[in-house]
């Protein structure tokens, strides 16, 4: 069974970097056959995808995201991370983990989330 | 505002059949596969359909997906009141360069 499980601090102070960590079980991120991605649900609202990356370090970001953001892979740990630099109150969200397939780009596994606070 | 648009929400009775509709351009949904999900209260979203109409293991096959051109469609047969939760459509975008999602559809069973 595949599980994924998002880590890092619950609470940001607004121009500091949000570093979450997502670890994989039930599934080798170097096995290659999957993308790994990060998605995020502001409160109430709907998704938002943000990133994913892929074994070998390949990656597609969010363009409305993409110069404050950085994925990573560690395949010798199976986990992926998530940096956001500069964060504001408008990045407070659920950061959700997920799984990608190629076929049909589908997210196939989800972590449970995570919430991240930013304040003032 | 959305790159893939959906009703706010739905309702309908116990038993009922209800569709969710999703809108999109030839750079997203006529393009690409469109995918579903489904995200009951405080939980994270499950995966509902992918590839248009395909289910996943284990999904009930009350579900069900079609496309057609630029617009793509769920439909809930049977309708329980465990089916009350949020439903997001889903597909790359060629144009964007990333997945986008739809605003979601909130399913009331009346």
């Known amino acids: 069974q595949v599980q994924l499980q998002e880590s890092g601090p619950g609470q940001l102070k607004a121009s500091q970097t949000l570093s979450l960590t997502c670890s994989v079980s039930?599934?080798?991120?170097?096995?290659?056959?999957?993308?790994w991605s990060w998605i995020r649900q502001h409160p109430g609202k709907g998704l938002e995808w943000i990133a994913y990356i892929y074994h070998r370090g390949s990656t597609y970001y969010n363009p409305s995201l993409k110069s404050r953001i950085t994925i990573s892979v560690d395949t010798s740990k199976n986990h992926f991370s998530l940096k956001l630099s500069s964060v504001t109150a408008a990045d407070t969200a659920v950061y959700y983990c997920?799984?990608?397939?190629?076929?049909?780009?589908?997210?196939?596994?989800w972590g449970q989330g995570t919430l991240v606070t930013v304040s003032s | 505002q959305s790159v893939l648009t959906q009703p706010p929400s739905v309702s309908a009775a116990p038993r009922q059949r209800v569709t969710i509709s999703c809108s999109g351009s030839s750079s997203n949904i006529g393009n690409n596969a469109v995918n579903w999900y489904q995200q009951l209260p405080g939980k994270a979203p499950k995966l509902l359909i992918y590839?248009?109409?395909l289910l996943p293991s284990g999904v009930s096959e009350r579900f069900s997906g079609s496309k057609s051109g630029t617009s793509a469609s769920l439909a809930i047969s049977g309708l329980q009141s465990e089916d009350e939760a949020d439903y997001y459509c889903a597909a790359w975008d060629d144009s964007l360069n990333g997945e986008v999602f739809g605003g979601g559809t909130k399913l009331t069973v009346l």
């Open positions: 039930g599934d080798s991120i170097s096995s290659g056959h999957y993308y």
């Open positions: 590839y248009d109409d």
């Open positions: 997920a799984r990608q397939s190629p076929a049909a780009m589908q997210f196939d596994y």
